[in-house]
């Protein structure tokens, strides 16, 4: 673990350097839906309790955050508490900067995890530190940095339950976070079933009898619900049945929409055109501005390149596997690039892949339920199996080649988000 300091020290200098420039300039209409989620935040560092149904509609549409879950917004509470109402603003970002933090140390830990290279290793955090749209989404006001931070965690800890050994402690605590990110915003719920398959996969792959396996389960929907259900009891009957505060949301954000025959028309396009997924897509990777803010366009054509390299990676593994099994024999050597993975590891990237899969399925309800649009940082709570799954599949065309492919990579990020705080903020302040 002493070795590892050195490298966490200059991934938090790197983690800072880049996001500061960002938070003490980006203005508070080039931050979506700043002045709304600092609504919230000031509320609940002025009050102490979360905003009730009366004070929200008295609020009007600036409050139409105040029915969710607003635990996401601690950090930027707490932090406005030790800063008075001219800088509460610039205290509530640095709230989202430092709950932002553990998402990074969570990338180190879980890069150590997957791969056995040191290299690819860091270069999962490194990815973290620079990944454009990352660094501008925890430089503001939102609950997206927390949220991030506590899937990224108890994503990490389900790794470590199927490749050391599941426990109803790890269980439990793994219930805990995630019942704490849902209580921060609604589409981590998602996860809760991926982490439910890793837990089981865990079980199944230890020999854990049926009892022990509904066991590790219980504890961990048992210390979810615990931790988390009380909140959805309470919006039941503080906002007429409306659980998750969505439908209340939508009635106070519906009445700012143009409407045409009395229908309000939603500022997104549909799922089944390709605008949609274009627009996830570059929102994923840099999308500035209040989502009008757009990278050099040959940089996404660039970012979908290497992704689809990635998509090449894991069925070019597939083939060689499948080769190697139809034409090989039982006294062939079986090479490091041939011999098919272990069930452990096969396990963890099943893992992985079904938290991405899941969130994305979020996304499509998101949009297709007329709550928000195609906005790629709702992907956020699968960040680390994102990425790790686009190194993963860089890992299989070799040592040099995925080297080459993720400093690449690194290096898109970073020219990304350098130059897109040059081109429109370096002569801006976080006052404006």
Not at 57 to 63: E, K, T
Request: proline share 5%; charged share 15%.
């Amino acid at each position: 673990m002493r070795k590892d300091i050195p490298y966490i020290l200059l991934l938090s200098l790197g983690y800072f350097a880049l996001r500061l420039p960002w938070l003490l300039s980006v203005p508070l209409m080039e931050a979506p839906d700043e002045a709304n989620h600092l609504w919230v935040a000031h509320f609940l560092s002025t009050h102490r309790c979360a905003p009730s149904y009366a004070e929200i509609i008295s609020a009007g549409n600036v409050a139409i955050y105040g029915p969710l879950p607003p635990f996401g917004y601690l950090p930027n509470a707490l932090a406005g508490m030790f800063a008075d109402s001219e800088n509460f603003r610039l205290a509530a970002r640095l709230g989202t900067l430092i709950a932002g933090f553990p998402t990074m140390l969570a990338a180190f830990l879980l890069g150590k995890e997957l791969f056995s290279n040191r290299f690819l290793s860091i270069m999962l955090p490194l990815l973290v530190v620079v990944h454009p749209q990352l660094v501008f989404t925890q430089s503001y006001t939102n609950t997206d940095g927390l949220v991030t931070t506590l899937c990224s965690l108890a994503i990490c800890l389900c790794v470590r339950s199927i490749k050391g050994k599941v426990t109803i402690g790890k269980a439990s605590l793994t219930g805990f976070l995630m019942g704490w990110a849902v209580l921060c915003k609604t589409n981590s719920l998602a996860l809760v079933a991926a982490l439910a398959f890793g837990l089981w996969s865990a079980c199944r792959l230890q020999a854990i009898s049926l009892i022990e396996t509904l066991k590790v389960l219980a504890a961990f929907g048992g210390t979810l619900a615990t931790t988390s259900i009380w909140w959805y009891v309470r919006n039941y009957f503080e906002f007429n049945h409306d659980c998750l505060g969505t439908r209340t949301m939508y009635i106070l954000w519906e009445k700012v929409l143009p409407h045409v025959d009395g229908k309000p028309i939603l500022p997104w396009p549909y799922i089944d055109k390709l605008s949609w997924w274009r627009f996830v897509f570059f929102d994923f990777w840099g999308l500035f501005g209040f989502m009008n803010r757009y990278l050099w366009r040959p940089l996404y054509f660039a970012f979908l390149g290497l992704c689809l390299v990635a998509c090449g990676g894991y069925w070019r593994k597939m083939k060689v596997v499948g080769s190697a099994d139809s034409a090989g024999s039982a006294d062939a050597p079986k090479s490091a690039d041939s011999a098919p993975e272990s069930a452990v590891e096969t396990a963890v990237w099943q893992f992985l892949t079904v938290c991405a899969a899941l969130n994305m399925v979020a996304a499509f309800y998101v949009t297709a339920s007329g709550l928000s649009g195609p906005h790629g940082r709702y992907l956020f709570p699968a960040e680390l199996p994102l990425l790790a799954l686009i190194l993963g599949g860089f890992s299989r065309f070799g040592e040099r080649a995925a080297r080459i492919l993720s400093i690449t990579l690194l290096v898109l990020c970073l020219v990304s988000t350098i130059g897109g705080w040059i081109v429109f903020y370096a002569d801006k302040s976080w006052k404006y």
